[in-house]
């Protein structure tokens, strides 16, 4: 075969946003994560697990934002699944010298089983999907973090949390990873009290996304009446990386921090959750983070396992 691009087979499973696979297949996802993560019990990081089922597959990971749980995360989840990783990124490849991204996929899908991208425009994921002829993962854009909620759906199942009829609560920024879990939402069947600043709130297509899914959707500007009787306190990063008037946004954010008394309005064995690098004392006061309701280095352990299922569903095995 010549130049070009090959045929593109029907098979092939992207991963972009969690609408991609449906919430029964997220449901399979949680389901395979807990079980693969409990016959692990006790063994090494590195070691294969006993069936190997992705015994001779490569992942190559296209990185132009910094990362550590995904980066980690995802060459953890392939060595225990019996493949192997490898890194690209801006400064190490033809990418930060101006190949485009349609070529990038079309190299990449004749090297490596499947491609891996944390990057900054959602639009550049989508290129690579529809070039590639290998199923590409969102591993993070400026639209979704899908991989992120997966892991923390498996997180509050692990903790005895029922997903549908959940009251979930978020605080601070409308941002990415608030856009999945609306996504989910409507998936899953579980509701959400959005506390944001004015200007601040998440995308209205999530928000319908949600509600058509059957989603109660709450849009408040009171961080305590979001927080009262919630299952589930959650928050990120105020500013992200690459953002700037950050003195103003932060201002703008300081009655959204999730502290004692916040929690204290929340059901007596809610969660905290946070996708992590946290600023103590910022999004979050310390005796929150460390306290006795925080998972959030469970829901950082469980981005390996979360990995791992939407990779075998990509790979047509869930």
Known sequence: MTGGALDLAPSVRNFLDLSDAGGDVIAAMIGDAVDRKAARKGWPKGKPDADAPLAGHVLGMIFEKASTRTRVSFDI?????????????????????GESIADTARVLSRMVDAIMIRTDDHAKAEELAHHAHVPVINGLTDRSHPCQIVADLLTLVEHGKALPGLEIAWFGDGNNVLHSILEAAGLMKFNVRVATPQGYEPEAEFVDMARAGGATIT??????????????????????????????????????RIDAPLMG?????????????????????????????????????NRIHAQKSILRWCFGQI
Not at 78 to 90: E, H, P, V
Not at 266 to 279: E, I, Q, R, T, V
């Open 265 to 301: 309005v929340a059901k007596s064995d809610a969660l905290f959750l946070h996708c992590l690098p946290a600023h103590v004392g910022d999004e979050v006061s310390e005796e929150v983070f460390e306290g006795s309701q925080s998972v959030v280095f469970d829901e950082a352990e």
């Open 77 to 97: 989840g392939m060595r225990q699944l019996g493949g192997s990783a490898l890194i690209l990124d801006a400064g190490t490849s033809q990418l930060g010298r």
């Open 219 to 256: 849009l408040t500007q009171d961080a305590r009446a979001a927080a009262e009787g919630a299952d589930v306190l959650v928050t990120d990063t105020w500013v992200s990386m690459g953002q700037t008037h950050a003195e103003d946004k932060l201002k703008a954010m300081e009655p959204f």
